[in-house]
C-alpha cells in the first residue's frame, strides 16, 4: 500500500507537470549519439531542458533539469516531467513509461 500512497503523491505530480510540458513545451529530437541513445532538447518558457533516452531500453533515460538531478538523489525513482514527457510522446520510448508503475 506504501507505493502506492507514494505513486499518488509524487509521482502524480510529476504526471501533471508533464501534461503542461507536452501542451505548451516545444520538443526537438536529435540524430542519435554514438551509443545510439537519443538526445532530445525541450524548450520552456523557464528554460531548455535536455533528455537522453535509450531506445534500446538498456539505460535508464536521464534529464539535465534540476528536478531530476534532485529526484535521482533522493528516491528510487528518477523521472522528472520532461522524461515523462518525452516518453509519452515518442512511439518508439512509449513502452519505457511502465518503469514509472513499477
Ligand atoms: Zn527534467
Redesign the pocket.
Known amino acids: 500500500m506504501s507505493s502506492k500512497t507514494d505513486l499518488e503523491g509524487a509521482d502524480s505530480r510529476v504526471l501533471k507537470s508533464a501534461r503542461e510540458v507536452l501542451r505548451r513545451g516545444h520538443f526537438v529530437r536529435h540524430s542519435p549519439d554514438s551509443e545510439s541513445r537519443v538526445r532530445f532538447s525541450i524548450v520552456e518558457r523557464g528554460g531548455t ?1 535536455t ?1 537522453t533516452a535509450d531506445p534500446a531500453w538498456t539505460r535508464p533515460p536521464v ?3 534540476y ?2 538531478r534532485t529526484n535521482a538523489r533522493f528516491r528510487s525513482g528518477e523521472w ?4 515523462v514527457a518525452v516518453l509519452a510522446k515518442e512511439e518508439d520510448l512509449r513502452c519505457q513509461l511502465i518503469d514509472l508503475l513499477l
Open positions: 531542458s533528455v534529464c539535465d533539469c528536478d531530476h522528472c516531467r520532461h522524461i
